[in-house]
């Protein structure tokens, strides 16, 4: 029950104790002090209804708890509209609650941008990077929107979902990648003192399947979300066309916001679910 259906139904039994009060009134008026003590036992079943009325609206649902969900990635994660499908379907989930939905993506970026404790392969060879890139800057700027979103606000829950990973293939740094998406979700947890988030992976879809470190990278995806607390892989393959495109139809996409939904809201009410 909402705030504002519990304050109607307040209204609703000050309305009931009005009209039981009219009702008494002139018979009280009428036979004297003979109704006195009708009118005293009146008032009090009136207050016991008032009383009762204002228990269960206050007691029918549990406070409302606030529910946070950040988004991050390159690319098919900034093509995501959260508010097509993905908030949307939160908010279904949990009706009672504040859903804060954060999200920063930028396109065409390394897991690097992220993890701050990046380090490259022994064989790596980086090609020169044409803007500037710090390690770790993309993942300050995303926590600076976590905290602004939640200022004044403590989260009940939270849910990291994270899609990227096809700059890493593309550049051949997938023998890294599980330790980087790892330690990138430690590095969230601690920064937000949040040892129990929640985290969602869309695995690469199947655009360069058969390329060995386009798969290599999504089996570390899978891998982290087998091995991870708390964690769950989305599939992607199906989302990206006929043709296997690098970016998602604008279907998929919205098909991506409900799944990517389905997994968040799922994992979190386990991690409330008391143990048996």
């Known amino acids: 029950m909402s705030s504002q259906d519990k304050q109607e139904a307040v209204f609703a039994c000050e309305g009931a104790v009005n009209r039981m009060h009219l009702a008494l009134a002139p018979k009280v008026a009428a036979e004297g002090r003979r109704m006195n003590s009708l ?8 207050l016991s209804l008032f009383l009762t009325c204002m228990l269960e609206a206050s007691a029918a649902a549990p406070p409302a ?3 946070l969900f950040i988004l991050s990635g390159q690319s098919n994660m900034a093509g995501l509209n959260p508010d097509i499908s993905f908030t949307s379907a939160l908010k279904r ?5 504040e859903v804060i939905v ?12 992220w993890y ?11 090609p020169p990077s044409k803007t500037k890139e710090e390690p ?7 926590l600076a929107r976590v905290n602004r979103a939640m200022q004044g606000k403590t989260a009940d829950t939270v849910a990291f979902v994270w899609m990227q990973g096809e700059r890493d293939a593309r550049e051949g740094l997938s023998a890294v990648y599980a330790d980087a998406l790892q330690g990138l979700i430690r590095q969230l947890r601690d920064d937000l003192k949040r040892p129990d988030i929640a985290v969602v992976i869309g695995r690469l879809s199947d655009f360069k399947k058969g390329d060995q470190h386009w798969d290599a990278v999504r089996a570390a995806q899978e891998k982290v ?26 279907e998929g996409y919205e098909e991506l916001g409900r799944r990517f939904a389905a997994k968040a809201a799922d994992l979190v009410a386990n991690t409330e679910r008391p143990p048996r």
């Open 39 to 46: 009118h005293r036992a009146g008032w009090l079943i009136c």
């Open 65 to 67: 708890k606030v529910r």
């Open 93 to 97: 989930a949990f009706p009672n609650d």
């Open 102 to 113: 954060v999200k920063h993506a930028q396109g065409g970026q390394p897991i690097r941008r």
């Open 116 to 126: 701050k404790a990046w380090t490259a392969p022994k064989d790596a060879n980086l």
């Open 136 to 142: 770790g800057d993309l993942y300050d700027a995303l």
């Open 225 to 250: 979300a087998d091995t991870e607390p708390r964690a769950a892989c989305v599939d992607t393959d199906d989302l990206n066309g006929p043709k296997n495109d690098l970016h998602y139809t604008k």
